[in-house]
């Protein structure tokens, strides 16, 4: 049913970066229907269901969250470390995956992350940079600066960078070499301290998706004499499901894989016995 505007669940999501088109995209696949923003829109609907999405900047997230100014947010888990909001964390949303790394110059003498004890490090993640390397027992000096970081090191400003790094590539441009990952970080589903009711709803709708995200529906026959080489080779976790053909001898077996698992799985099973393999998505999956 309908909501009045006011009733309606407000999430916030990147207004713009890299999790901005993945985050509507969760949400178009999870139904709700998001109308199309345009490229300045400021606040959309969703056609399907009472949820009104704002766009606001990744790194403001976590204090509207925590503010009650938006119900629940989409944004990097490292945003929600750094801002050290009091939020609660709903879902890993298997998106955006980075790593906060620790990188000097090539030619630097510091060959690990002991090595950065007393020095300078650049990084537009103050916070989580210090607390990091301070678990570490590393105490650094921090130079904060709001972006260009990599060149940090080049203009004397710093002896070494904490930086999110996903490929590798920046960091081999800008001759700098990583010393080792500090924290990995996706996309995130964050509500309040306290979420209501309709924010687990949404969190267990997004769970659904992303779970279906990473799993194929696998069927195939088989002679019942290889049905235990088969249930072996299916990862375990959930049982298949074994269903009697028309044909005496002959089963079909239906089970739920990681599609992760799938290159390596299916010569196997074709190797074991396994006929009419066939590998479907999944639309949703919870429970
Ligand atoms: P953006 O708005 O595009 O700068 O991205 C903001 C968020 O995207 C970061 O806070 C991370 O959570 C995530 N992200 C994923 N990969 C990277 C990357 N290689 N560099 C920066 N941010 C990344």
């Known amino acids: 049913m309908e909501g009045s505007f006011d009733e309606r669940l407000k999430i916030a999501i990147p207004a713009k970066g890299r999790l901005r088109e993945p985050a509507i995209e969760l949400l178009e696949e999870a139904g709700l229907g998001p109308e199309e923003p345009g490229e300045r829109a400021l606040a959309f609907?969703?056609?399907?269901a009472p949820?009104?999405?704002?766009?606001?900047r990744a790194a403001d997230i976590p204090e509207y969250v925590q503010?009650?100014?938006?119900?629940?947010?989409?944004?990097?888990?490292?945003?929600v470390r750094e801002r050290g909001a009091e939020v609660s964390e709903l879902l890993a949303l298997g998106f955006g995956g980075c790593t906060l790394q620790a990188a000097v110059p090539q030619e630097s003498r510091v060959t690990s992350l002991g090595g950065l004890d007393g020095m300078r490090?650049?990084?537009?993640?103050?916070?989580?940079?210090?607390e990091l390397l301070?678990?570490?027992g590393i105490a650094v000096q921090i130079v904060d600066v709001t972006g260009s970081v990599e060149v940090t090191p080049r203009l004397g400003l710093a002896d070494a960078i904490v930086d999110l790094v996903s490929s590798g590539n920046t960091l081999r441009t800008n001759g700098l070499r990583s010393l080792g990952s500090l924290f990995s970080s996706q996309a995130v589903l964050v509500g309040?301290?306290?979420?209501?009711?309709a924010a687990l709803h949404l969190a267990r709708v997004l769970k659904s998706v992303v779970n279906a995200?990473?799993?194929r529906y696998l069927m195939m026959n088989a002679p019942e004499s290889a049905l235990d080489l088969l249930t072996r080779l299916v990862p375990a976790g959930r049982a298949p499901t074994v269903l009697p053909l028309a044909e005496p001898g002959m089963v079909a077996v239906h089970a739920l894989v990681p599609a992760a698992d799938v290159w390596r799985l299916l010569?196997?099973?074709?190797?074991?016995?396994a006929s009419s393999i066939l590998l479907v998505p999944v639309e949703r999956l919870l429970g």
């Open 267 to 273: 010569p196997e099973l074709e190797a074991a016995g």
């Open 134 to 136: 301070e678990e570490q």
């Open 67 to 79: 503010d009650g100014v938006v119900d629940c947010g989409i944004t990097g888990a490292d945003l």
């Open 45 to 48: 609907p969703c056609r399907n």
């Open 121 to 130: 490090i650049a990084t537009v993640f103050p916070r989580l940079a210090r």
């Open 51 to 56: 949820v009104e999405v704002l766009l606001v």
């Open 213 to 215: 995200r990473d799993t």
């Open 192 to 197: 309040g301290a306290e979420p209501d009711a």
